[in-house]
């Protein structure tokens, strides 16, 4: 099962008070020892504070399955390649998850009648699977990037007969030649083409980056079915020598850089949409109004929001202030981080999160926007 599927099923999974769900966040992506050590300590102190704070049933097989499994992933007897790892965990409702991802989380530890999901959210919408495509003229790489990490490299290569200067009559078989080459690169960049089609298509990428010499690269998407060429999002350096790591590196830094503005014009789409009473709204109130709804299409938060409210236990109403009783049916109500449980409601409901580190105006009207399905 992908990630994103994953993230469905665990936002629909509701613990209790008494069998609650630990959800830890690692960064397993460590530069030395150091930085390994703060991982292993960070996780040893939230276990020993989780056991001495619960007593709920299951907690303690919980929390040893956390500390196992920890174990395994900090000395890199598991998931060696990842860089983050988040860990679900509730014995009463037969949860135990493991979710290796390729970008490195911050260390977080929450017990809590849901699961805790906006780190993963966030990272899904960050991370769009995205195809590497190294080509030149007789050989071609695809790298799949996904949320899980690399993917299975495809290698496409087809041999180019050497070629040799001749003078006399070898000049006619010179150019002979030279278009059997040419034919021999068409050939290569149709296949490469049918390749890409099949892999674009089958994989629901929605981003491509060409990888390579400029010139080589021009020609090559000049022959890309325009369905295909739309999703190109640009080009970066690439050589047949050089590893699939160090492409997908480089192409992982244009696409971190591609996504920040990106996400910044959405934002402002949808700002101006929501001033126009449109299909969008911006502000927690109208934004709490939506989800109670479940007409929220894309929340976009703020990275730190965090704003504590009610949660009517009757109800399930989400609602700003400390009013201890519910302002739709009088009954009572439990303090509840909004930020949290407005991200699991839309995704339990089938929308999309996205994480905005920085945005002043979003922070303005109070660090929370959504465009919908349909006007309120
Ligand atoms: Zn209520």
């Excluded at 959800?23 to 020993?48: A, M």
Aim: with cysteine; hydrophobic share 45%.
């Amino acid at each position: 099962m992908d990630v994103s599927a994953r993230l469905t099923e665990l936002a629909k999974l509701r613990g209790t008070r008494e069998t609650p769900v630990v959800s830890v966040y690692l960064n397993t992506r460590w530069g030395d020892e150091h930085q390994r050590d703060r991982v292993r300590v960070f996780l040893k102190n939230e276990i020993r504070k989780a056991r001495k704070a619960s007593t709920a049933e299951g907690m303690e097989a919980d929390l040893d399955w956390i500390q196992a499994e920890g174990d395994a992933l900090i000395t890199q007897s598991r998931f060696p390649e990842a860089h983050g790892v988040a860990l679900f965990a509730c014995r009463a409702l037969g949860l135990r998850d493991i979710i290796p991802v390729r970008v490195p989380f911050e260390s977080a530890f929450v017990v809590a009648d849901a699961p805790h999901l906006s780190p993963l959210a966030a990272l899904l919408e960050k991370t769009p699977s995205a195809l590497v495509v190294f080509v030149d003229g007789e050989s071609a790489r695809l790298v799949p990037l996904t949320t899980e990490g690399v993917g299975e490299e495809v290698a496409l290569e087809s041999e180019v007969p050497g070629h040799h200067r001749r003078g006399g009559w070898a000049q006619l078989a010179q150019s002979r030649y030279q278009r059997h080459i040419q034919d021999h690169r068409g050939r290569h960049f149709e296949a490469v083409v049918e390749a890409l089609i099949g892999l674009t298509e089958g994989n629901g990428v929605r981003r491509i980056l060409m990888a390579g010499e400029p010139r080589t690269i021009a020609v090559f998407q000049k022959r890309l079915p325009n369905r295909i060429a739309e999703r190109v999002v640009g080009s970066i350096a690439g050589a047949r020598h050089e590893s699939a790591a160090v492409l997908v590196g480089r192409a992982a830094e244009f696409l971190a850089h591609l996504r920040g503005g990106e996400g910044a014009d959405a934002v402002e789409a949808v700002l101006t949409e929501a001033a126009k009473g449109g299909r969008a709204v911006a502000g927690l109130e109208e934004t709490l109004e939506a989800v109670a709804r479940g007409a929220v299409q894309r929340l976009y938060l703020l990275g730190r929001f965090s704003q504590p409210g009610r949660l009517c236990v009757e109800c399930g109403a989400l609602q700003s202030g400390d009013a201890a009783s519910c302002r739709l049916c009088g009954k009572p109500t439990e303090a509840a981080e909004l930020g949290g449980a407005i991200v699991d409601r839309v995704i339990a409901a089938g929308g999309k999160v996205e994480t905005v580190e920085i945005h002043q105006a979003l922070a303005r009207v109070g660090g929370v926007a959504a465009l919908l399905r349909y006007p309120l």
